[in-house]
C-alpha cells in the first residue's frame, strides 16, 4: 500500500481545515463545551454544504462516493480542532450502515436525509435490550454517542444469524437519555432507556451482522484517527511553547529534558500514525481478517502511545497546562477520553492477540495438511 495521500485527499484535507479554522476553532470548542448536541453556531450547515454527511455514501444513491482513506483525511482534521460534533457518529458509522443493509422502504425514508445531512443518525455500540413484542424494544443502551443531535438511533439486538437491526426514533415517548459525566467536554456520550419504544426492524441476519461488525471496525478507527489529529496538534502547540518560553535566560526547547520529551512525542505520533493509515486502508479491502488485524493494531497503539504523549505536551506547558486558558489541555482531555470509551477502544491487545493466534492456528494447520 502507498502511505502517501494523493493530490484530491490533500485538496480534500486543506477544505477541510479551512473550513474548520474558520468556523469551528478551539474558541467555538469552549463555547459549546456544555451544550448537548456540539452542532455550534453553523457548523453543522457549513459541513453539509461541504458534502460530509454523505462522503462514504455511493454516488448513485445521492452521496459523494468517496472511501475510509478520506474519511481519515476529515477525523484527522476533526480531532485537530477537538470538534465536539456528530458528524463521525452519523457520516461515518449509521449512515454507511444503513445504505448497506436497509431495507428499501428505510433507505427511501432515512438515507436522502442522513446523505444531505438533514437528518442525524448515531449507532448503539453497546445495547442490552430485548424485543417486547412485534416492533417494540426495551432495555438499556448504556453507551450512546451523540445521542442528543441524532434523530434516529440504530440499536442491535442479539447476534451473529439471529442479530437484528432496529431504528428507534429519539423523540419516541419510551426513550429517555442521560448524559455521561466525564473529563472530556469536546465528546457526546449518553446512556439511554428504552421503555417498550416504538422500533422498525431494517435489517436481520448475517448480512446485518458483518455489515455491525464493519461498523464497529469503522467508528474504531475513525477515533483513532481523530486522536492522530489531536496528537499532532498538542506536539505542534508543545513545540511552538517550547521555543518562546524562557528559563534561566534561555529557551525551555533547548534543556535536553524537554527535547527527549518532544521526540518521544514524535516517535509516538508517527508510530501511530502509520498503524492508522494502515487500518483506513484495510477497512475497504475484501479481507476481514486484515481489516480486524489492522484495527486492533491501531486500536492498541493509540491506546497505549497517544494519552502518553498528551501527559508529555503537560509537562512541556507546566503547570499552565492545566489551566482553563490554555489550550493543551483540551487535546489532553480528547485523547485520554480516546483511549476510554469502551466498546470504541476495545479492539486491544486481547483481541490482537485472539485473531493473530488463530490465524497462526490456521496456517499451522493448512502447513500439517500439505506435508
Known amino acids: 500500500m502507498d502511505f502517501e495521500w494523493s493530490e484530491e485527499q490533500a485538496l480534500l484535507r486543506e477544505s477541510v481545515a479551512r473550513f474548520l479554522?474558520?468556523?469551528?476553532?478551539?474558541?467555538?470548542?469552549?463555547?459549546?463545551?456544555?451544550?448537548?448536541?456540539?452542532?455550534?453556531?453553523?457548523?453543522?450547515?457549513?459541513?453539509?454544504?461541504?458534502?460530509?454527511?454523505?462522503?462514504?455514501?455511493?454516488?448513485?444513491?445521492?452521496?459523494?462516493?468517496?472511501?475510509?482513506?478520506?474519511?481519515?483525511?476529515?477525523?484527522?482534521?476533526?480531532?485537530?480542532?477537538?470538534?465536539?460534533?456528530?458528524?463521525?457518529?452519523?457520516?461515518?458509522?449509521?449512515?454507511?450502515?444503513?445504505?448497506?443493509?436497509?431495507?428499501?422502504?428505510?433507505?427511501?425514508?432515512?438515507?436522502?436525509?442522513?446523505?444531505?445531512?438533514?437528518?442525524?443518525?448515531?449507532?448503539?455500540?453497546?445495547?442490552?435490550?430485548?424485543?417486547?413484542?412485534?416492533?417494540?424494544?426495551?432495555?438499556?443502551l448504556p453507551l450512546l454517542h451523540d445521542a442528543a443531535a441524532a434523530e434516529l438511533w440504530l440499536v442491535p439486538v442479539g447476534s451473529g444469524p439471529a442479530l437484528d437491526l432496529f431504528a428507534v426514533e429519539r423523540d419516541d415517548p419510551g426513550v429517555s437519555r442521560r448524559p455521561l459525566g466525564q473529563v472530556d467536554g469536546s465528546r457526546r456520550l449518553f446512556a439511554a432507556t428504552l421503555e417498550d419504544a416504538q422500533a422498525r426492524r431494517v435489517a436481520s441476519g448475517s448480512q446485518a451482522a458483518d455489515a455491525l461488525a464493519s461498523a464497529r471496525d469503522r467508528a474504531s478507527v475513525c477515533l483513532t484517527a481523530d486522536a492522530v489529529g489531536a496528537a499532532e496538534r498538542a506536539l505542534q502547540l508543545a513545540c511552538a511553547y517550547a521555543l518562546e518560553r524562557e528559563q534561566f535566560g534561555r529557551p525551555i526547547g533547548s534543556f535536553q529534558s524537554i527535547q527527549h520529551l518532544l521526540v518521544d512525542m514524535l516517535s509516538d505520533l508517527e508510530q501511530v500514525r502509520a498503524a492508522t493509515?494502515?487500518?483506513?486502508?484495510?477497512?475497504?479491502?475484501?479481507?476481514?481478517?486484515?481489516?480486524?488485524?489492522?484495527?486492533a493494531v491501531a486500536r492498541a497503539a493509540a491506546n497505549e502511545r497517544l494519552p502518553r504523549l498528551g501527559a508529555s505536551a503537560i509537562q512541556v506547558f507546566g503547570g499552565i497546562g492545566f489551566?482553563?486558558?490554555?489550550?493543551?489541555?483540551?487535546?489532553?482531555?480528547?485523547?485520554?477520553?480516546?483511549?476510554?470509551?469502551?466498546?470504541?477502544?476495545?479492539?486491544?491487545?486481547?483481541?490482537?492477540?485472539?485473531?493473530?493466534?488463530?490465524?497462526?492456528?490456521?496456517?499451522?494447520?493448512?502447513?500439517?495438511?500439505?506435508?
Open 21 to 140: 479554522s474558520d468556523r469551528a476553532d478551539l474558541e467555538s470548542v469552549r463555547r459549546c463545551w456544555g451544550d448537548d448536541t456540539g452542532l455550534g453556531d453553523g457548523v453543522w450547515e457549513g459541513m453539509c454544504e461541504l458534502g460530509l454527511p454523505g462522503l462514504l455514501v455511493p454516488e448513485a444513491e445521492g452521496g459523494t462516493g468517496l472511501g475510509s482513506l478520506e474519511m481519515g483525511v476529515v477525523a484527522e482534521e476533526l480531532g485537530r480542532v477537538v470538534h465536539p460534533g456528530p458528524l463521525v457518529t452519523s457520516a461515518f458509522v449509521a449512515t454507511p450502515l444503513l445504505a448497506e443493509v436497509a431495507d428499501e422502504d428505510a433507505r427511501w425514508e432515512w438515507l436522502p436525509g442522513l446523505t444531505r445531512g438533514e437528518l442525524r443518525a448515531t449507532l448503539a455500540l453497546e445495547a442490552q435490550v430485548e424485543t417486547t413484542g412485534e416492533s417494540r424494544l426495551s432495555g438499556e
Open 277 to 295: 493509515v494502515h487500518a483506513l486502508w484495510a477497512l475497504d479491502q475484501p479481507d476481514v481478517q486484515e481489516r480486524r488485524l489492522a484495527t
Open 323 to 371: 489551566t482553563w486558558e490554555s489550550d493543551i489541555h483540551l487535546f489532553d482531555k480528547r485523547l485520554c477520553s480516546a483511549a476510554s470509551l469502551g466498546e470504541l477502544a476495545a479492539v486491544t491487545l486481547e483481541r490482537l492477540a485472539d485473531a493473530v493466534l488463530g490465524e497462526a492456528s490456521k496456517n499451522g494447520g493448512e502447513a500439517r495438511g500439505s506435508a
